[in-house]
């Protein structure tokens, strides 16, 4: 299992865009990807679940995954917040 | 519990008709921020009379017609010293009933030790009975999952699986069908009592919409009507689809009883293949009514295993008769 910090940058807050980028990056991986936000955690391959976490400006996640591609899908799951989802 | 559950939180409570507490705040609006961590409550009679062991400060006090006939006496009297030493502890919050109002003096001294004063026009033991239920419920064990929530023939049917196996598409024909959707994705189960599970959705705000693939995110209560939403429901039955499995043995009797303990509670689980040429949707429905029929005692599978039993017991008292002629 690989756990991973993130810290939401982009203005705007995890809202339907982000939220489908996360889900779609996710999509790529086998492993079992989630996001944590405070006592909810959800699986980050539904976009409903990622939406309803209400994640907003500055809010901090856990990006969790667990299998065979826990390392690379935890860290393109995280570049995707480095890069605000290319939002200011 | 998400956040500290606070004063302002209690006043905030967007609850209904006989749920109602109908709150408002009279002084102390500093101390709105307080947070409540008991789902218990206190009435500070023996504390006014100046015993102050076990003083569970920290709950909410509740003054009803006779704490406020006491306190009158106390201000007419002007014996303030149990009243201040009260609020030198760091009180939740203390709630008047029956709309009653408390002296000018007690007022300062709560304004000045920033502890919230609620009035409610309910009486004491109303009050007490919608608080005390409010309370369980926010401080009740709870749990987010990923499935999805569907009411079918009056059962609570939550239906799990991986991502992509077919949830919400089942659960979208189940709507379609007249049955009702109470969340898509994340479920918030709720132990209520250690007895059964609730389920309601994560966000009121963002409730009862899905997500479909190839669709994108639509609205239920739109396409469907109000009739098709339900706020909560109680999970009565546990649906787990997953891709066939030829290796796997699925129950072809239906006499084995699986169960799934979520929160300490167990419920129903039942155990679906999902597979081209299998109408999900029909056998959730089946399943639900299947559920009703042993809620009212009635046990398709065992009672035609006893039918089964009874007849081949038939026979072998007809064999008896035929072939055994030294019978009479």
Redesign the interface.
Known sequence: MKQKTVTVKNRAGIHARPSALIVKTANEFDSDIFLELDDMKINAKSIMGIITLGANYKSNLQVIADGKDEETAVNAIVKLFENRFEEV | ???DFTVLDLLNLDLKDHNSLNLKCLEGRKGLTRIITDSEINRPGLTLSGFFEEFAYHRIQLFGKGEVAYLKMLEETKKMENIKKMFSYKLACCIFTNSALPGEKFLKLAKTSECPILQTDLSSSDFELRIIRALSDIFAP?K?I?GVLVEVFGIGVLITGR??VGKSESALELIERGHRLIA???VVLRSVNGNFLMGS???EM?GH???IRGLG?INISHLFGVGSIRDKKQIQLIIDLETWNPESGYDRIGTDELTKKMLDVEVPLIKMPVKAGRNIPILIEVAAMNERLKKLGYYSAQEFDNNVLKWLENKNARNLYSNNTDIF
């Open positions: 519990m998400m956040n709870r987010t990923h991502s992509g898509d994705d994340s959705g994560t966000n963002l919409h899905m997500e995110i």
